[in-house]
């Protein structure tokens, strides 16, 4: 591994467990194992620095979506194994990670949370290829439903009210991921939802 990518890589592990306020670039040259200078000269700033991260980090998970995807039966069944990926991530991540970015960096955070029409319009080609598969209802609107879905998720990412009533962030999106499902879905799609829901459970109980 080169010096740039070695970075990188230790600079995800201190931003997703310590958040960017905590993460200094005199920590970052320590974990890495070289200078300050050697760091600087990769990258100018700690600004920089944080961009590639995040930019690393949603290439890295727009191509295990792909595989996932790729080699699930049917669209329900790739949407949990997304939604299973994103909840180990969320619970790995530190709430000082989404709060430091928010304060420190508020353009950056709205270029994370806001590639807003990739997302509605990769959502919706997946729910037409349910409504194919039997799973979605046909008069549902695939525009429509990813569009509501994905600005349910962003309020959701941008609030912390659920913690007034003692809701963990995770579990309320969760609970919006299944009632969205159920929402859209076929007799067949709910038969299929609950397969997945009991299998998800039996696996945590492990």
Do not use: W
């Amino acid at each position: 591994m080169d010096i740039k990518e070695r970075i990188i890589t230790e600079s995800n592990r201190m931003l997703m467990s310590m958040g960017p306020a905590s993460m200094t670039m005199d920590n970052v040259a320590h974990a890495c194992g070289i200078s300050k200078r050697t760091l600087y000269e990769t990258f100018p700033d700690k600004r920089t620095l944080i961009e590639e991260c995040l930019h690393r980090h949603h290439e890295a998970k727009n191509a295990e979506v792909k595989e996932i995807f790729d080699n699930a039966d049917n669209c329900f069944e790739a949407m949990f194994n997304v939604y299973s990926r994103a909840r180990a991530m969320y619970d790995n991540t530190s709430v000082a990670f989404i709060n430091d970015i928010k304060r420190l960096y508020p353009d950056i955070f709205e270029q994370h949370i806001n590639n807003e029409k990739v997302t509605v319009n990769g959502l919706a080609a997946v729910l037409r290829k349910a409504q194919d598969e039997g799973l979605v209802i046909k008069r549902i609107n695939p525009d429509i439903a990813a569009y509501l879905f994905v600005v349910s998720m962003r309020e959701l990412h941008k609030s912390n009210r659920g913690e007034q009533y003692g809701f963990k962030q995770a579990d309320l999106f969760e609970h919006v991921f299944i009632s969205f499902l159920r929402g859209v879905a076929t007799i067949k799609g709910i038969e299929i939802i609950e397969y997945l829901e009991k299998r998800q459970h039996n696996q945590s109980q492990k």
